[in-house]
């Protein structure tokens, strides 16, 4: 890998897997006012995105937003070849039907598959809302809506295992509205509860930024 943290003064390079239909516009400059000296490659959770950070890996640390921390979790082994690990509101399952932490039920995770069909942009601002995010229409993702379908799939049938691997770090919102905060401590008691935060990943990312050397920012 390119470099543990705290080994190199070199510039930090991270890869981040982002949420379901959070776009690189809207993420990014979050994580660049918590990362400002890194280099970011980002990709959207579309069924590419690991192969996507192995052509531009290695990293000091892969990251997985919502639903990319569980596409990182589900394919853990390779997750570890790109860096590091770190997951910011980590999902072991979305649906409460799994017992694993998520919030929403499966009912309503096909009622927006549907309707993103119907209309798209509806969706989206109603998964937002639910969400907390506040993501402007002109920052809309770009992904296509295959890929979005292919989101909302993996949200709700794929299950990983309901244990942090050894040595990866990870923060979630005490007030996060998708996930169960105590269901997931009891299933991963070293995952870090960030006070007052939520699903938003502003609080998240300086949180993860406080636990890197500064040395690694220059």
Known sequence: MAGMPGTSSAALKIGWVLGWAVPEVWFGPLARTAFPMATHTFVPAAPDALARLEAAGPFDWVA?????????????????????VVLLAPIFAFLREHDRGGRMARAQVRLLARWLRRDPMAALADFYG?????????????????????????????????????????????????????RLRALAPEISIVPGATHHPAALLRAFAGMIPTTNLR
Request: net charge negative; with cysteine.
């Open 130 to 182: 639910r969400a907390g995010l506040v993501v402007p229409s002109s920052e809309a993702p770009d992904e296509k809506v295959e890929d979005l379908n292919w989101g909302l799939e993996r949200l709700e049938n794929a299950v990983a295992p309901p244990a942090l691997p050894a040595g990866w770090c990870a923060w979630c919102g005490a007030d996060d509205p998708l996930i169960d905060v105590a």
């Open 64 to 84: 997985g937003y919502s639903l990319g921390s569980l596409l990182l979790l589900v394919d853990s082994a390779r997750a570890e070849r790109l860096g590091r």
